[in-house]
């Protein structure tokens, strides 16, 4: 059973930056699209980003666009989540998902079967 393991979370200042990563572990999953989402305590779950299986199609829900980029590194079976500008907003549970249907990058939930616990992060203002 593939299991998905994100790590990076933390405590950061607004304006700071945090580098999640995702270990896919058995890499099978790295052949599949996959995503991050988060989600805030009392909210609800919030897409972030996607990336195809290729790597050559990311997709990025609005608030990340221009401070968020997801890339991943099949070799080490690590998808990262690279976040600039944090905000206070950005404050929430991170997790990562994947699939093994044949999807691009998808932002909905449900098109993934696999999740990670998740790591949290926090921006103080």
């Known amino acids: 059973q593939e299991e998905l393991v994100e790590s990076g979370g933390g405590l950061v200042q607004a304006g700071g930056s945090l580098r999640l990563s995702c270990l896919a572990s058995?890499?099978?999953?790295?052949?599949?699209?996959m995503g991050w989402f988060r989600q805030a305590p009392g909210k609800e779950i919030e897409y972030v980003a996607s990336?195809?299986?290729?790597?050559?199609?990311?997709d990025y829900e609005d608030s990340a666009k221009g401070r968020f980029t997801i890339s991943k590194d099949d070799a080490k079976k690590i998808m990262y989540l690279q976040m600039n500008s944090l905000e206070p907003e950005d404050t929430a549970l991170y997790f990562c998902?994947?699939?093994?249907?044949?999807?691009?990058?998808?932002?909905?939930?449900?098109?993934?079967?696999?999740r990670g616990q998740g790591t949290q992060v926090t921006v103080s203002s």
């Open positions: 998902v994947g699939t093994t249907r044949r999807v691009l990058a998808s932002p909905r939930l449900d098109d993934y079967e696999y």
């Open positions: 058995k890499g099978v999953l790295m052949q599949y699209a």
């Open positions: 990336i195809s299986y290729t790597g050559q199609i990311t």
